[in-house]
């Protein structure tokens, strides 16, 4: 493809992609002015990226620099273009192959359910880079929220049917003292890339070894990215496509330059989601949910004397199921939901949420009080 028809199709990328994409593969800057800058590589020579974005050339000369940059890497011009987008963001691409996705194209009624679990499976490794822990309910970590925001869907590819997330990266911290202080820390983005990575391989190996007969106990692998809202994502999006086969890839953007070795392409075949399903739903029967609320009508009331206490069952909705969840009240406590219970209000209370056999049961409840049942 000729420069001109790149310039033409394309939307050329902007200064801080061409700047971002340089210093993040070894090029550095030598001069700079109003309009341009030069960057100097120990083995490619100089290139000058124009800075002046809004100038009806502007397309033209970028085009031209990823010409330069492309005979000098010995790469397509198409490579290197993409390459340069992408600099400030990292992306995870996964690519559903089935019968139901051929051509690359996937059914208008399974687009919202197939948009929904990526998104899961996104917020679940963000969850778990701030947190990590076996389940994630009720109000996420506001970090991991935040990030959701800030990310996008890409664009389609060529191929099979790809869905890619699009994680902005902050620049690297400025150092003014001029003295080496080491590596900076990775972004909050970069673990939640990572982790996703980590999480789904360790969540594949898990599984492989439950259908050969091994131990589920690795699906307690929390720290590696593992949750149920992971294992559910997963299950999900093989589901909902059909698919014959999940494959995951990460690029980390030039920006904030990768630490370690490259991340190997995840598979994951559709006979596992049935096992990361029953995972999901073992792990979240395991699960203490500290600091849980609770609101709901009250069902039903045991003491066997009232002034020492007693027992109530609140029907409430939790992870979008309704349950009948028992807490255990003090005689204050009880009295207050008694009360609660004959002015037709709704309970609320707040502690550690449990699963014990096939009762929920909320522990060291604290904060009970009643809220008006609304029309």
Avoid at 52 to 68: E, P, Q, V
Avoid at 109 to 136: F, G, K
Avoid at 250 to 260: H, I, K, Q, T, Y
Avoid at 318 to 347: S, V, W
């Amino acid at each position: 493809m000729s420069i001109a028809s790149l310039s033409q199709r394309v939307v050329a990328p902007s200064p801080k992609d061409f700047a971002a994409y340089l210093r993040g593969t070894g090029w550095r800057l030598v001069q700079a002015s109003a309009s341009w800058t030069v960057f100097s590589h120990e083995h490619l020579g100089e290139v000058e990226v124009p800075l002046k974005s809004t100038a009806g050339d502007y397309a033209r000369h970028a085009m031209f620099l990823i010409d330069d940059l492309a005979r000098a890497e010995t790469r397509t011009a198409a490579e290197v273009l993409r390459d340069v987008r992408s600099a400030t963001l990292d992306i995870v691409r996964l690519r559903i192959d089935g019968a139901r996705v051929e051509g690359g194209r996937l059914p208008i009624d399974l687009a919202p359910a197939a948009d929904q679990a990526a998104r899961d499976l996104l917020l679940a490794a963000a969850c778990s880079a701030w947190d990590p822990r076996p389940v994630y309910a009720g109000r996420r970590p506001q970090e991991a929220l935040d990030l959701i925001a800030r990310s996008c869907f890409g664009a389609p590819e060529v191929g099979s049917y790809v869905m890619s997330f699009e994680c902005p990266l902050p620049p690297p911290p400025l150092t003014l003292t001029g003295l080496d202080v080491g590596e900076p820390a990775e972004p909050f983005e970069r673990r939640t890339t990572r982790r996703l990575m980590e999480g789904l391989a360790a969540a594949t190996i898990a599984a492989r070894d439950v259908e050969q007969g091994g131990d589920a106990r690795q699906f307690r692998a929390h720290a590696a990215g593992i949750s149920a809202n992971l294992c559910d994502a997963v299950a999900q999006l093989l589901t909902v496509t059909a698919a014959e086969s999940l494959v995951a890839t990460v690029s980390f953007g030039a920006l904030r330059p990768a630490r370690g070795a490259a991340i190997a392409p995840i598979v994951v075949p559709k006979d596992l989601s049935v096992i990361l399903r029953e995972a999901a739903a073992a792990l979240r029967n395991e699960a203490e949910y500290a600091a849980a609320e609770i609101v709901g009508p009250v069902v039903r009331l045991e003491s066997p004397m009232a002034p020492g206490g007693g027992r109530v069952w609140v029907y409430a909705i939790f992870e979008g199921k309704g349950r009948n969840i028992a807490i255990d009240l003090d005689a204050p406590g009880y009295e207050q939901a008694i009360t609660i219970h004959k002015e037709a209000r709704q309970l609320a209370a707040v502690g550690t949420l449990v699963r014990e056999g096939r009762q929920w049961t909320l522990r060291n409840a604290c904060d009970v009080r009643g809220a008006i049942v609304a029309d």
